[in-house]
């Protein structure tokens, strides 16, 4: 990630300029333009903008579980219809019985609702072990609704992945790779894509050196590297995910408050995550699962992503302390079901295609509220965004001046800053469908 320092607000890659200016003066007061390159609601606020609330499974490792496309789903009134009540809940959890573990026992502390899923995809990829693979997924996942497809060709996985709304990668070593059926900037590309689609992505590893399609995704996707092997086998207590032995609270360990960390685990090299979120950490005091959301803002947005350092919960300790509940929970987590019912989009598939394409976004502002930029700022923000979406590693921190103020605008957070204003006002912003604006 390179933010631009204040001092370069100026300049782009080299020696072009970034900095996109509006001869537009702000049609309201100087305090008040100060906080925004948008109208702002004095003397009389425009009407703020509602905020947003952030068939069986193959038997073998190259068949699936149902050949035909799942059918559209029909728009769900609330999350509710899939999130059970103890969504984001852990040690809060009063249940009748605890399993061996000390974990809430029963379905009803997962986080997705049992037969809530019919008509959603799961594709995996399996890199090794594929004989290990399903023994415990593939059924857990039909207990669900979901329909799942394993599969050990990469040619055929990435040919599957258009019709998949969430996609696993179980990554493999050197030997069980050569990139025969297709070409690893191919594999790459089509994951990206997907990512890029708006779907969920779970990348799984472990102990080197089985981490050849995992880092063929990560390095490239988010500038991280998985490498080392330490020794697993312990069991992680609900704290604070960046301390050793610890794992946080999120909707992905919703009903879990004892989690087994893994049999053999890499990590991320240097300890570097990106932009990517820790909500665990081994006893050997290093990220051991990680998560991005979202992206605020962003439409159409990539999809979430989760990447675990130690596959080995999805088959030998799938029965260890909460590693079944949380591999259930991520892959309900991965579809971003309350991000598309907050943003009225489909609840299935791409995001980016050319029927999303033809609807019409605005940027808004947050102060107290959210409200419309001015139109020729909104247009001069359109602009630098479209260029970060092709160049989104260059700069995500660009220079916006409109009339009389500098702004420094920051996709990756969505937020931007007034520059010259004396407060150096930083406020949240979006980009929406203008259906939603009203």
Request: proline fraction near 6%; hydrophobic fraction near 40%; charge should be neutral.
């Amino acid at each position: 990630m390179s933010n631009r320092k204040k001092g370069e607000m100026g300049k782009a890659a080299g020696s072009s300029s970034s900095t996109s200016t509006s001869s537009a003066t702000p049609t309201t007061p100087a305090a008040s333009a100060a906080s925004s390159p948008a109208k702002t609601p004095a003397p009389a606020p425009a009407t703020a903008a509602a905020s947003p609330s952030s068939s069986s499974s193959s038997s073998s490792s190259s068949s699936s579980s149902s050949s035909t496309t799942p059918k559209k789903l029909a728009r769900a009134a609330s999350i509710a219809d899939f999130y059970t009540s103890a969504a984001g809940l852990h040690d809060e959890i009063n249940p009748a019985n605890f399993d061996a573990f000390k974990n809430p026992a029963g379905a009803d502390y997962d986080l997705g609702k049992e037969g809530a899923f019919k008509g959603f995809h799961v594709l995996v990829f399996v890199g090794s072990y594929h004989a290990y693979a399903n023994k415990y997924a593939g059924a857990e996942l039909e207990r669900k609704g979901f329909a799942v497809t394993f599969e050990q060709d990469a040619a055929k996985f990435i040919a599957a992945l258009p019709k998949a709304d969430v996609a696993w990668i179980i990554s493999g070593a050197p030997a069980d790779q050569k990139w025969t059926t297709v070409s690893r900037d191919d594999f790459v590309k089509a994951v990206t894509d997907f990512h890029n689609s708006g779907r969920g992505l779970a990348i799984f590893a472990d102990d080197e050196p089985l981490t050849v399609e995992a880092n063929a995704i990560l390095e490239p996707l988010f500038k991280i590297r998985l490498v080392g092997n330490t020794p697993g086998g312990k069991v992680l207590s609900l704290g604070d995910p960046k301390q050793a032995g610890q794992f946080g609270r999120h909707l992905i360990t919703s009903g879990v408050v004892n989690l087994f960390e893994g049999t053999t685990i890499c990590y991320p090299e240097n300890d570097n995550v990106g932009d990517l979120e820790v909500l665990a950490t081994s006893f050997d005091n290093h990220p051991v699962i990680m998560a991005k959301d979202i992206p605020v803002g962003i439409i159409p947005p990539p999809g979430r992503v989760v990447v675990d350092c130690a596959f080995t919960k999805l088959w030998l300790s799938w029965k260890e302390a909460g590693s079944g509940r949380y591999i259930l929970n991520m892959c309900v987590w991965l579809l971003g079901l309350e991000h598309r019912l907050a943003q009225g989009l489909p609840l299935q598939g791409p995001l980016n295609t050319p029927a999303m394409a033809g609807i019409k976004y605005i940027w808004q502002y947050q102060h107290g509220g959210w409200y419309n930029y001015e139109a020729t700022a909104g247009d001069l923000v359109e602009t630098e965004y479209q260029d970060f979406l092709k160049n989104p590693h260059n700069f995500d921190v660009r220079a916006i001046q409109s009339g009389h103020w500098q702004y420094m605008v920051d996709f990756r957070n969505m937020q931007q800053t007034n520059v010259q204003h004396n407060a150096h006002t930083v406020r949240k912003i979006r980009r929406v469908p203008a259906t939603l604006s009203a």
